[in-house]
T-cell receptor, first 112, second 115 residues
Framework: GQQLNQSPQSMFIQEGEDVSMNCTSS?????WLWYKQDPGEGPVLLIA?????ELTSNGRLTAQFGITRKDSFLNISASIPSDVGIYFC????????????FGTGTRLLVSP | SAVISQKPSRDICQRGTSLTIQCQVD?????MFWYRQQPGQSLTLIAT?????????ESGFVIDKFPISRPNLTFSTLTVSNMSPEDSSIYLC????????????FGPGTRLTVL
């Protein structure tokens, strides 16, 4: 099935550093969602974006919906050890059926 | 977010057997979905669970292999039939709430290992 291209595949950073990851597609999406998955858990919704160009923050997280509607990025500022996990972007084509296409994931490791 | 529970949380099964996974939500939701996450991979949509009617399957997934039920607005089951080791995955249900129609919330997942 279709997948969104997410980069980088993995990141290993020091606590306190800022992190940036992005997601690109060949298709247009009308909604972008960012999730975090901890080991043994289901994905948890972090941020939802609904309009091209929209910039939304949730605490130390900031995400933007690309103008072309084919990409999105997620930034994490001042990373902490509990930010460790896998981050997934997901796009919804808004066909009316809320079917999500998921990105390939970015694995984040934070060193104390 | 909605409180979503899945049973079992994990299981180890023998080849050729079937396992039914349950998903229960604490409030009425509009849509329920089932996803598969193979080891180290992303999530892939299996099907949309439709209340009182047959599920809508995505390409590559068929009803004989993954029968789904949704008898009411808060409960759904996914059966993995005639299992093989390739079916070893995490199976997740997700829901869309009536008051958050553009967002999906996921259950904790069922980790299945087939020997």
């Amino acid at each position: 099935g279709q997948q969104l291209n997410q980069s980088p595949q993995s990141m290993f950073i020091q606590e306190g550093e800022d992190v940036s990851m992005n997601c690109t597609s060949s298709s247009i999406f009308n909604t972008w969602l960012w999730y975090k998955q901890d080991p043994g858990e289901g994905p948890v919704l972090l941020i939802a974006l609904y309009k091209a160009g929209e910039l939304t923050s949730n605490g130390r997280l900031t995400a933007q919906f690309g103008i072309t509607r084919k990409d999105s990025f997620l930034n994490i500022s001042a990373s902490i050890p509990s930010d460790v996990g896998i981050y997934f972007c997901a796009g919804d084509m808004n066909t009316g059926f809320q079917k999500l296409v998921f990105g390939t994931g970015t694995r984040l490791l934070v060193s104390p | 977010s909605a409180v979503i529970s899945q049973k079992p949380s994990r299981d180890i099964c023998q080849r050729g057997t079937s396992l039914t996974i349950q998903c229960q939500v604490d409030s009425q939701v509009t849509m329920m979905f089932w996803y598969r996450q193979q080891p180290g991979q992303s999530l892939t949509l299996i099907a949309t669970a439709n209340q009182g009617s047959e599920a809508t399957y995505e390409s590559g997934f068929v009803i004989d292999k993954f029968p789904i039920s949704r008898p009411n607005l808060t409960f759904s089951t996914l059966t993995v039939s005639n299992m093989s080791p390739e079916d070893s995955s995490i199976y997740l249900c997700s829901v869309v709430r009536r008051d958050r129609l553009t967002e999906q919330f996921f259950g904790p997942g069922t980790r299945l290992t087939v020997l």
